[in-house]
């Protein structure tokens, strides 16, 4: 009996296969036509069954990559005042005491300043156990540009939380005394604050399984 041969081909076309993250930054290579593979299995009877695939290229998806955000796309950064425990900072999904979120725009006037102070008064005072916190986010061509990976968030704002200045004994945080409103610190409370990360291109690559005659 003679060998009975199949022989598919596998090309590339329109339909997603996989993606692969290339780094920011870093041009797209077409890779080389793949040579010929080949793999034979034995079969009842002796028969072989024969499959071969080429890989041509890749394409790009329609989502490009971007490199990551600087202090020439910030255009205001948005701060809020934050009750919590004293002890590391608080994470998740937060909520600011009502009337402190402050709006500070950036402009050619005042982009290159390297310090911003801002201060909140008649602040009420804590309760029981608690402590304030400051959060921050930051917005560029209005939208959310403050890293993906902030431990907190505001409704749908990422943001970072205090964890300078304040308390020596819980950093990042001060407290307002009942009755006397006396605070715990006097040193400023800060927060460090990380726009988005570069984003990296994606690119797609797809194959099509074409069956070939007896």
């Known amino acids: ?13 329109g339909a997603i296969l996989a993606q692969l993250a290339l780094g920011c930054g870093v041009p797209p290579t077409p890779l080389a036509a793949a040579p010929l593979h080949r793999a034979t299995l034995a079969g009842e009877g002796g028969a072989t069954v024969q499959a071969s695939f080429q890989l041509s290229g890749w394409r790009l998806q329609h989502v490009a990559g971007a490199p990551a ?3 020439a796309d ?21 909520s600011a005491v009502a009337g402190s979120a402050y709006t500070y725009v950036l402009d050619a006037a005042n982009r290159s ?33 403050t890293n993906a990976a902030a431990p907190a968030a505001i409704g749908a704002r990422r943001c970072y939380v ?16 009942p009755v006397t409103y006396a605070l715990d610190a006097a040193t ?10 570069a984003r990296p291109a994606i690119l797609e690559a797809s194959v099509t399984v074409t069956e070939g005659s007896l």
Do not use: C, H
Not at 1 to 13: A, E, G, H, P, T
Not at 131 to 139: E, K, N
């Open 188 to 197: 400023p409370i800060a927060v460090g604050l990380k726009l988005l990360d």
């Open 1 to 13: 009996m003679k060998s009975l041969i199949l022989r598919w081909s596998l090309v590339f076309n």
């Open 113 to 145: 300043d390297a310090r911003v102070d801002v201060i909140y008064t008649n602040v009420s005072a804590n309760a029981p156990g608690k402590a304030y916190f400051l959060a921050v986010t930051a917005t560029g061509g209005g939208a959310d540009i």
């Open 162 to 177: 205090s964890q300078y200045g304040g308390n020596p004994a819980a950093p990042g945080s001060v407290r307002v005394a």
């Open 74 to 94: 910030l255009d205001a950064v948005t701060l809020y005042l934050i009750e919590a425990t004293p002890g590391a900072p608080p994470g998740g999904a937060l």
């Open 69 to 71: 955000m600087s202090l």
